[in-house]
C-alpha cells in the first residue's frame, strides 16, 4: 500500500525533538549562512539547495557558501549558480546561524572551517552519520536515516511547507546518491515513497541517473581501468584494497572526486568482507575509505583511527607516507576481523 506523504507525518518522538529543533534555530532567526563538507557530494550539496529554498521561501536571508567547487555530475542541483565557493581573501557574510549539512566535525568543511570560526556564531550540523551523545543532544543529526533528502522532506512535510521542483530535484539526487542508488542498508519504505513522491513533483529518475553516473571522462576511465588491474586481496580473501598514489592520478589528470566512488566497485568481488581504498591527496596525506558488505560493523576501527561515517562506510585521514599506511591499516583491519 503506498505510503500518503500529503499530511504532517505521525513523526516518533526523536522525530518531533528535531524537526522542533530545527525548526526553533529557523523561525528564531533570520540570516543563514548553509555549508556542506569538502569535495561535496550529491547528498550535501542536494541538501543546501533544498534547505536554501525552503529559507527563502518564507523569508529568510540565506547564503550557500562551500570550501570546493560543484563537482560537474552534482551541477543539475543548482541550475541559478546559488552555490558560491569561498576564496582566502573574501569576508563571510554577518549570519544569525550557521547550518553545516552532511557533517558533524567543522574540521570536514575544509578550508572554510577557520573563517567560520571567526565568525563566533552558532554552528547547527543536520547530519546522518553516527556521532558523539552530546552533539546528538545538541544539533540534528539522525543517524538512521538514509540522506539529507530523505531527513528534509520529512521536515518540509512536518513545517507543512510547499515544495517546489527545484526543491524536489535537489532531494531526489540527495537520496539516490547516498542509498547507492536505493541499494543501502537504510533504504526504507519510506526512502522509496518520498522518491516517489519526487517523481510526482517533476523528477525525471532517468535524466537523473544519465547526469550523475555517465558522465564519465576518458581519463577517468583509463584511471579506473588501471586501478581496477591494481586491486589486491588479503590472504584469507576477505579484504579488498587498492591504492591509488598522487603520480597515477597525475598522469591521468585525475581530480579526488573522479576516484572516490572506486572503493564500492571492490565489494563486487566474491567472498570479499571489507574494501579499502587508500588515496594519496598529498605528501603524507592518505585519505583512506572503507565500504563492508554487511558482515562486519566498519565504523568502530575507522574510529580508532580518527575518522567517522556509518556503521558499514566510514573514512579518515592518515598523515603519513603512503606505504607506511597502507602496511599499518591493512595490519591493524585483519586483527580487527
Same mark, same amino acid.
Given at each position: 500500500m503506498k505510503k500518503d506523504l500529503s499530511e504532517k507525518p505521525r513523526a516518533i518522538s526523536k522525530e518531533h525533538l528535531l524537526f522542533d529543533r530545527l525548526n526553533h534555530y529557523i523561525?528564531?532567526?533570520?540570516?543563514?549562512?548553509?555549508?556542506?563538507?569538502?569535495?561535496?557530494?550529491?547528498?550535501?550539496?542536494?541538501?543546501?539547495? /533544498?534547505?536554501?529554498?525552503?529559507?527563502?521561501?518564507?523569508?529568510?536571508?540565506?547564503?550557500?557558501?562551500?570550501?570546493?567547487?560543484?563537482p560537474e555530475k552534482f551541477s543539475l542541483v543548482d541550475p541559478d549558480s546559488e552555490i558560491e565557493i569561498w576564496g582566502n581573501k573574501?569576508?563571510?557574510?554577518?549570519?544569525?546561524?550557521?547550518? /553545516?549539512?552532511?557533517?558533524?566535525d567543522l574540521s570536514r568543511v575544509g578550508a572554510l572551517s577557520t573563517p567560520l570560526k571567526k565568525l563566533e556564531r552558532r554552528v547547527v550540523y543536520i547530519d546522518h552519520h553516527i556521532s558523539e551523545e552530546k552533539l546528538k543532544g545538541e544539533h540534528i543529526i539522525d543517524p538512521e536515516i538514509s540522506s539529507m533528502g530523505e531527513?528534509?522532506?520529512?521536515?518540509?512535510?512536518?513545517?507543512?511547507?510547499?515544495?517546489?521542483?527545484?526543491?524536489?530535484l535537489a532531494m531526489y539526487v540527495s537520496i539516490f546518491l547516498d542509498t547507492h542508488r536505493f541499494r543501502h542498508r537504510r533504504t526504507t519504505a519510506l526512502s522509496h515513497a518520498i522518491a516517489a513522491a519526487l517523481v510526482d513533483l517533476g523528477v525525471?529518475?532517468?535524466?537523473?541517473?544519465?547526469?550523475?553516473?555517465?558522465?564519465?571522462?576518458?581519463n577517468e576511465m583509463h584511471l579506473l581501468g588501471e586501478v581496477l588491474n591494481r586491486v589486491q586481496t588479503t590472504d584469507d580473501g576477505k579484504i579488498a584494497w587498492v591504492g591509488i598514489p598522487l603520480e597515477l592520478q597525475k598522469?591521468?589528470?585525475?581530480?579526488?572526486?573522479?576516484?572516490?566512488g572506486f572503493v564500492d566497485l571492490l565489494l563486487n568481488l566474491k567472498d570479499i568482507e571489507i574494501a579499502v581504498l587508500f588515496r594519496e591527496e598529498a605528501k603524507n596525506q592518505i585519505r583512506v575509505s572503507f565500504r563492508s558488505k554487511g558482515k562486519i560493523e566498519i565504523y568502530?576501527?575507522?574510529?580508532?583511527?580518527?575518522?567517522?561515517?556509518? /556503521?558499514?562506510? /566510514?573514512?579518515?585521514?592518515?598523515?603519513?607516507p603512503f606505504s607506511q599506511a597502507v602496511e599499518e591499516t591493512l595490519r591493524r583491519l585483519r586483527e580487527f576481523i
Open positions: 523561525q528564531s532567526n533570520q540570516r543563514f549562512l548553509i555549508t556542506t563538507h569538502q569535495l561535496p557530494d550529491g547528498d550535501g550539496l542536494g541538501g543546501e539547495i /533544498a534547505l536554501a529554498g525552503y529559507l527563502k521561501a518564507i523569508g529568510k536571508e540565506r547564503r550557500i557558501i562551500n570550501s570546493d567547487p560543484t573574501r569576508a563571510l557574510p554577518e549570519v544569525d546561524v550557521i547550518f /553545516a549539512l552532511d557533517v558533524n531527513f528534509l522532506f520529512r521536515f518540509f512535510r512536518y513545517a507543512r511547507a510547499e515544495i517546489t521542483f527545484k526543491m524536489a525525471n529518475p532517468t535524466e537523473v541517473h544519465q547526469q550523475v553516473h555517465q558522465r564519465r571522462s576518458l598522469k591521468y589528470n585525475a581530480s579526488a572526486e573522479e576516484s572516490q568502530p576501527f575507522v574510529k580508532k583511527l580518527g575518522g567517522g561515517g556509518h /556503521a558499514y562506510e /566510514a573514512g579518515t585521514l592518515l598523515r603519513q
